[in-house]
């Protein structure tokens, strides 16, 4: 039962036994001759699954799924406050957090002693708990970041969490256990690993490990302390106690419902059973599940008398003890065991809870809000890094009140492990998109401000979100307009410029009045079609245009031909291809040629001019058919699994309709495969990659066939079955076909079990060549043949795949009859030793291109604007640049290569921070944990002893930010004291 916040300072007199301090001082005292059973009482609450967050925080929509967030945290506050015994773990802040807005004084303050004693437990510390397989490591940072602030400003040091709490992602991520560790946890507990490698771990006692989450980092940098728990986070069998849970209750009468002895004994035998598969006399179990405690009185009482019916066994010669314990308790008793724990390299992809069970569906399911995640994420840092060139003026502006943590709260959310995987009810992956594009609403107002403030202009600005399918309507009615465009990295770019038009011949000019070479060509018939029959320009004005680092270019653009139409222009510069002809079409620019099939419109080939190889490359489309768990093959697929009917993908077509423009400023081949599947591929003077804009749907599934399509590129090169990926758009590590570093798997599903996520590359290689295929959103992929790969890049399905979600993945789309996506993939072709100074950067461009803004006249004062007074150095990227309050701002910066990766990327780096940037002074400089909440020199873990050693960490040398050194793979974090320049001093182009 919720008690109200006015009666709640009675209850603090409560809690004066409960023992002094918090973290590892409030632990409970343990049995060093028993074996102790830490009774962790916990709620999983998913920020968004079944219901939305709303629905889920008020109790809404109850019939799709009982659960109301707010009565939970009100019902456990008040029973913790009633037995100073009682302990809980809480893990969600952005649900905590809403809560916390609607309590009272009373409220608060017993909630910060609970916190302080160490009753309530805040582990993970995320605003969610993220995903692992599509979340950008940037995203699963900053929304770890965000939550740790927000804990840390309400409860200080008791409110950093030392324990991740990663229990229900499927499948775990190494560059993120990296993460972790850098952040300063000490331990990380998981839920779901692969069933063939949790027995195999359980049968040598190996279910605690420690995890080295990167080969670059200096041990124990990235090492993290990793407990895989028993029943995922579920009680053990019969010992549900919850309003949600059938078992019985505890009872401990004398008549003949009385079952204490049944129950206490069904509980020593689980502990006996459990305690076989791990090390120490200490073990763990979780009492609680999805959205438990909203009646906590349930759950506690029958604990209490568990815990008290237990113990009193031990006159009897019990040798168990049972007590209310926390995660981070269960740690210190571990590591007070001074064991020799085993140690994992590699991550825990694909995870598969049974033989055809592969959970690798979810790594490209809902493709499109993979793909808004990806841009808003990106525009969020554009918006971060605006507010904070401009000051802490920009959020009241002449365009009106902006505001950058609308969009953050918004991208903190989609990291949630039923959000940017997909794994959520149609109505819910809605509410997501909505909450974005909210946040994008604020961020546009506070981008305009600031590019007011910096550039010195009243006028109208205009974001143009429609241009993925040409639309906007100011370049369309407007002769004369300007393209501000703005560039977040902290290097030069050239971008290219695509724009809606009507006329048909225009000037362009750069920021320095020069001409820029431009052309109008027509928009594509799918572009066309993909407008909804809305009409739209027939035109699209192209142009390269190009930025400093962190910071803006303007570009005029005004109309010449007024007279002319489209009915009477001629084309010279774009030709028709005739795939009947002998004559082999190709497009070409200085760093590629690519050349295709001139009956069948396929690829054929690619050729680095400059490096002087030839690569055959086919590339197609093809769909799985997706098992609809009928008859023989009980499991779907659905959004979580997987499992194609056969392991032969079906052609969408044999034969491409091609269409083929050459012009000075862009070569493009147009394939159509089908009514619902196209393909431009695209060269672009200076260009050293190869653009693939593939637009599929709907996907007809009028055959009653769920499909699940795939880019497949077909190559000669000798791969010995392995390939490569991105762990989280970052680290790369090796695949190799059928197998798994640290266990024999026995393969059960050759596609499915292949599968791997791929946040933004995967590359194929031979001992001199690599292929690598960029991606500008998360998708699955693999190389089922050797010189082969392929991604996911939309599923259609019709069928649930029985994982609680109970819903089919069937997008309707806009128009109700099925999702149309649009996406990139860049394809570079180079030698092994040149591609990671391609894709590294390239990656990078993909997750955070740059942003334009139209204005209807002459727009800014000042044409050029760099934040920075020099770029960074090649292999240093600028993560992240927030405004923390007035006269601060909070940087990470990261060295991009790996260790040994690349001749020149793989050098250490040095940059001079109080000369870096030219919107303001740096003036003082605190390096920070990863998380930047924590001072780096105050976080202490928790030493660990392994095969080859127990790593203590280096003493670093003392901070001088005028030379801030950067290894391989490392990020460092700065608090930083700014002061501000007068408008316009130091901010002219470079």
């Keep these: 039962m919720a008690v109200p916040g006015a009666a709640a300072l009675p209850l603090l007199l409560l809690l004066s036994g409960a023992a002094a301090g918090c973290g590892y001082q409030s632990c409970p005292p343990t049995r060093p001759d028993m074996l102790n059973v830490h009774l962790v009482p916990h709620s999983h609450d998913d920020v968004g699954w079944l219901k939305t967050v709303d629905q889920y925080y008020y109790g809404v929509r109850n019939k799709d799924q009982h659960a109301g967030v707010q009565y939970i945290l009100d019902s456990v506050v008040a029973h913790l406050a009633a037995v100073p015994s009682r302990r809980f773990v809480y893990a969600e802040v952005a649900f905590l957090a809403r809560w916390w807005q609607q309590q009272d004084t009373a409220m608060r303050r017993l909630v910060r002693e609970l916190v302080q004693q160490g009753r309530l437990e805040l582990v993970g510390g995320g605003w969610c708990m993220s995903d692992e397989a599509a979340a950008h490591y940037r995203g699963a940072l900053e929304q770890q970041a965000l939550g740790r602030r927000f804990l840390r400003r309400l409860f200080g040091d008791c409110g950093t969490p030392r324990v991740a709490w990663q229990i ?25 690993v692969d069933h063939q490698d949790k027995w195999a771990r359980l049968k040598r006692r190996e279910l605690e490990l420690i995890w080295r989450g990167s080969d670059s980092l200096e041990p124990p940098r990235a090492d993290i302390f990793t407990g895989i728990l028993p029943n995922q986070y579920n009680p053990p069998p019969g010992l549900c106690w919850d309003q949600l849970c059938t078992d019985p209750p505890v009872v401990d009468g004398d008549g003949p419902e009385r079952n204490v002895d049944t129950v206490v004994t069904s509980f020593l035998r689980a502990a006996a059973a459990q305690a076989q598969q791990y090390r120490t006399n200490h073990i763990i179990m979780t009492m609680g599940s999805d959205f438990h405690y909203e009646n906590a009185h349930l759950w506690f009482k029958n604990l209490d008398k568990l815990i008290a019916h237990t113990n009193a066994r031990q006159a009897n010669g019990s040798r168990v003890h049972a007590l209310y314990s ?14 020799t724990w085993p140690l994992k390299m590699d991550d825990f992809f694909p995870y598969s809870d049974g033989p055809h069970q592969f959970w690798t569906g979810y790594f490209s399911s809902r493709p499109a809000l993979k793909g ?35 969009l953050r709260e918004a991208v903190a959310v989609a990291q949630h492990h039923d959000a940017v995987a997909g794994t959520e009810r149609q109505h819910v992956a809605d509410d997501y998109a909505r909450q974005l594009a909210k946040g994008w609403d604020s961020c546009q107002v506070l981008v305009a401000n600031a590019l007011s403030v910096l550039g010195g202009t009243k006028e109208p600005l205009v974001f143009c979100n429609a241009l993925n399918i040409s639309v906007c309507p100011l370049t369309e009615a407007t ?52 407008r909804g029959g809305a009409g739209g ?197 090796e695949r190799r076909r059928d197998y798994r570093p640290t266990w024999n798997l026995t393969q059960t599903e050759p596609v499915a079990g292949n599968y791997y996520p791929v946040n933004t590359r995967i590359f194929i290689k031979d001992q001199k060549v690599q292929l690598t295929v960029l991606t500008d959103r998360s998708q699955g992929g693999s190389s089922l043949q050797d010189g082969s790969l392929e991604l996911m890049v939309h599923r259609r399905l019709l069928h649930d795949d029985s994982r609680g979600l109970e819903e089919a993945l069937d997008e309707p789309g806009a128009d109700g009859r099925g999702l149309v996506v649009r996406g990139r993939h860049l394809v570079l072709l180079d030698t092994v030793g040149a591609s990671p100074e391609q894709h590294r950067p ?36 600028l993560l992240s640049l927030e405004p923390r309050g007035a006269g601060a701002v909070l940087l990470r910066l990261e060295h991009l290569y790996q260790v040994g990766e690349s001749q020149n990327g793989s050098r250490p780096a040095t940059v001079d921070l109080t000369t870096l940037f030219s919107a303001f002074t740096v003036t003082a400089v605190q390096e920070m944990a990863l998380g930047g909440d924590i001072p780096l020199p105050s976080v202490s873990r928790l030493l660990w002893n392994t095969p080859t050693g127990t790593p203590r960490p280096r003493r670093g040398a003392r901070l001088d930010p005028r030379r801030v050194r950067l290894e391989p793979m490392e990020i460092r974090t700065f608090l930083a004291s700014v002061r501000y320049r007068g408008l316009g001093e130091g901010l002219g182009g470079p």
């Design 479 to 530: 002769p004369h307009f300007t393209v501000i465009i703005y560039n977040p990295l902290a290097w030069d770019v050239t971008w290219p410029v695509r724009l809606p038009v009507r006329a048909t011949s225009y000037s362009v000019t750069d920021p320095q009045g020069q001409p820029v070479a431009s052309q109008v060509i027509p928009v594509s018939g799918v572009t066309r079609r993909l």
């Design 537 to 733: 320009a027939p035109g699209e004005l192209l142009f390269q245009a190009w930025a400093p680092p962190l910071g803006y270019s303007t570009f005029q653009v005004k109309q010449l031909s007024p007279g002319n139409t489209w009915d009477t222009l001629r084309w010279p510069l774009g030709t028709s291809w005739d795939t009947s002809g002998d004559a082999e079409p190709q497009i070409e620019n200085e760093h590629l040629r690519v050349r295709f099939d001139p009956i069948t419109g396929h690829l054929l080939e690619i050729q680095n001019l400059p490096k002087g190889i030839s690569l055959p490359v086919f590339q197609s489309f093809y769909w799985y058919n997706a098992s609809s768990g009928d008859g023989q093959s009980p499991q779907a697929s659905g959004a979580y699994i997987f499992r194609p009917v056969a392991p032969t993908p079906i052609p969408v077509a044999k034969r491409a309709a091609t269409h083929l423009i050459k012009t000075a400023l862009v070569q493009e081949l147009q394939q159509n495969f089908s009514e619902w599947c196209s393909q431009v591929l695209r060269l672009r003077p200076g260009q050293p990659y190869l653009e693939l804009e593939w637009t599929v749907g709907p996907i007809p599934v009028g055959d009653g066939t769920g499909k699940e399509v795939i880019s497949r590129f077909e190559t000669p090169l000798r791969t010995a079955g392995r390939f490569y990926t991105d762990s989280n758009g970052r680290q790369v590590l």
């Design 372 to 406: 808004y995640e990806r841009l808003s994420s990106g525009f969020l840092q554009v918006c971060s890094q605006l507010e904070t060139l401009a000051g802490p003026s920009v959020r009241d502006g002449p365009y009106g009140p902006g505001d950058s943590s609308v």
């Design 326 to 339: 926390t995660p981070s308790c269960y740690l210190r008793e571990l590591h007070r065991a001074n064991l």
């Design 168 to 192: 229900d992602p499927f499948g775990h991520s190494r560059e993120l256990a990296a993460i972790f560790a850098q952040m300063g946890y000490d331990g990380l507990f998981l839920g779901r």
């Design 842 to 877: 390239r990656a990078q461009e993909m997750v955070t291109p740059p942003t334009v803004v139209l204005a209807p006249g002459t727009g800014p004062h000042l044409r050029q604007v760099s934040g920075l007074r020099r770029a960074l150095p090649p292999n240093v990227h």
